[in-house]
Structures are given as C-alpha cells and as structure tokens.
C-alpha cells in the first residue's frame, strides 16, 4: 500500500516561475527520494536525502526534509517546459524499500 | 551503458489468458524489483530480489502471479490467468547495494 501523500496533486505554472511540491509521510525513513516520470516512460531518479539532513541542491532543484513533522518539498527553479511530468516522493524504509505516494503531475507551458 | 531493458512495451490480451513479461537489469546491479503501477498512481512493489533469491514478495497475488530471476540476471513476470483488474503499467527497476533504482520503460498491459 501506498504510505505517503504528494500535494497537489496537479500543478500548472508558466515558464520561469518556481514549482513546489510537498510530500507527506507516515512511518519512519532512512530517506526521501523524488522521482520524475514522463507520460508513458519510466522513473527517473532526481534526488535522495538522508533522514539525517534537512536540505539538498541539485541543479535547479531544492528539497527540504523535516522528520518532526514528516514531510518533504521538492523546488523546481526556473521551470521549463520539459520539466512537465508527474513527480513522486519515495520513502526509504530499510533495506532498498520505497514506498512511492501517489504523485504530483506538474504543467510548465511557454 | 544500457538501461534497464523490458519487453514487451505493449500486451493486450483478452482475461483468462496467460502473460509475461521480461526484464534485463542493468549489468552488475544485483536488486531487481517489479512494480505495478494504476493509472494516476505511484508504483507498487509486487517482488524484490537479492540475485536469484526473492526477499520481499508480500505484494505479489500469488495465487495468479508468479516471478522468477534464475540466474540472478534478468527476470520474467507471469499472470496467469489474467483479469481485468489487472491492466496496468508493469514497471521493473534494479539497483546496486541499494542506491537509488533505475527503473525501465514499462510493459502497458491490457486486459480485454
């Protein structure tokens, strides 16, 4: 079953603007991982942060944990328009187990 | 480096029937994973394994779906038989000492 809950769950901005998407967990990580899926294609790993540490840059993206209240964010700076796709947040829960919530699909039109 | 290889990309097939699927890890990564993904949802674990050994198969309906990686490499998903329900996408990902999965394309089954 699926434990974590991405919000929103749909998500239109223009090119340039930032995107946010937030993600909520239930049980205990060891991490957070975010996924990208583009329409009919498989996940894309974006970014992992550990239980252990509160922020994380990658390029234009941001992600912020915060294990007291069980939640992350992903920020998407400067979008553009090949950033649209359904992004997903995975708990890490032991050993090589994710645990994906249900997505957020995200819409950057020129 | 190649991805992760499955096939068929697309199955159609009418319910009571048999299907499987394939999957080819990427080379050296010993986890393999199937998923199972609905439509407007995140993927759900079906079986996982550490080489040829399955480790985590509490998802998979066994009673109709069967897996095996038999030489630890690549791996094949079975339905048999098929219902509608279980029209989806059938994702497989591997990964090395569990860092982070690369996933496949997919297999978009339908059941008709």
């Known amino acids: 079953s699926q434990q974590g809950e991405e919000d ?3 998500l239109s901005i223009q090119e340039g603007e930032n995107a946010t998407m937030n993600c ?58 090949a950033d649209t ?3 997903f947040c995975a708990q890490g ?8 919530g249900k997505g957020t699909m995200l819409l950057v039109s020129p | 480096e190649a991805g992760v290889v499955q096939s068929p990309r697309y ?10 699927f394939w999957c080819n890890p990427i080379s050296g990564h010993n986890t393999l994973y199937w998923y ?12 996982r394994y550490e080489n040829e050994e399955a480790v985590d198969d509490s998802q998979l309906p066994k009673d109709r779906f069967s897996a095996e990686r038999l030489k ?5 998903l079975k339905i048999q038989p098929a219902e509608l329900g279980d029209s989806a996408v059938y994702l497989c990902a591997s990964s090395s000492e569990g ?13 008709l």
């Open chain 2, 99 to 111: 860092n982070e999965q690369f996933f496949g394309p997919g297999t978009r089954l339908t059941v």
């Open chain 1, 85 to 87: 796709a359904s992004y």
């Open chain 2, 11 to 20: 199955k159609i097939i009418e319910k009571k029937q048999p299907v499987a």
């Open chain 2, 36 to 47: 199972l993904q609905n439509l407007g949802q995140g993927p759900e674990l079906l079986i």
């Open chain 1, 93 to 100: 829960s032991g050993y090589s187990t994710l645990t994906f």
């Open chain 1, 24 to 81: 909520s967990y239930k049980t205990s990580i060891n991490n957070l991982q975010w996924y990208r899926q583009n329409s009919g294609r498989g996940l894309v790993h974006l970014i992992l942060i550990r239980s252990n540490e509160r922020e994380k840059h990658s390029g234009r993206l941001r992600v912020t944990l915060d294990t007291s209240k069980k939640s992350s964010s992903l920020l998407i700076t400067a979008s553009r328009a």
């Open chain 2, 72 to 76: 630890g490499v690549d791996s094949t």
């Open chain 1, 8 to 10: 929103p769950q749909a």
